[in-house]
């Protein structure tokens, strides 16, 4: 059974950039595509970005667009996601999640989660 688990996170100042990854326990992360998600104090999980099975990405945060970025490597089995100028208010719990092949932006559309990975930006 595919497991997921993010690494990466801490605190980062205003303005600089981090690379979380997700790392996954085996070879069927080629064949699933993979989202990231994160969720802030207070508010609700919201999807960020998201790569499919064939490599195709979606973005769905307007707010992270241009600064946000997702890659992957099949052969380590990890997907990662760059964040760059990144601002106080990216503070959140940051999630991957997989899915069968195709992207979907909203949560209950994926079946396997890691336990995320807090990000903090501050001064």
């Known amino acids: 059974q595919l497991q997921l688990s993010e690494s990466g996170g801490g605190l980062v100042q205003p303005g600089g950039s981090l690379r979380l990854t997700c790392a996954a326990s085996?070879?069927?992360?080629?064949?699933?595509?993979i989202s990231w998600f994160r969720q802030a104090p207070g508010k609700g999980r919201e999807g960020i970005i998201c790569i499919s099975r064939s490599d195709s990405v979606e973005e769905y945060l307007d707010s992270v667009k241009g600064r946000f970025t997702i890659s992957r490597d099949i052969a380590k089995n990890m997907v990662y996601l760059q964040m760059n100028s990144l601002k106080s208010e990216d503070t959140a719990i940051y999630y991957c999640a997989a899915r069968p092949a195709i992207c979907s932006e909203y949560e209950v559309s994926f079946q396997t989660w890691g336990q995320g990975t807090q990000v903090t930006v501050s001064s």
């Open positions: 085996e070879y069927t992360l080629a064949f699933s595509a």
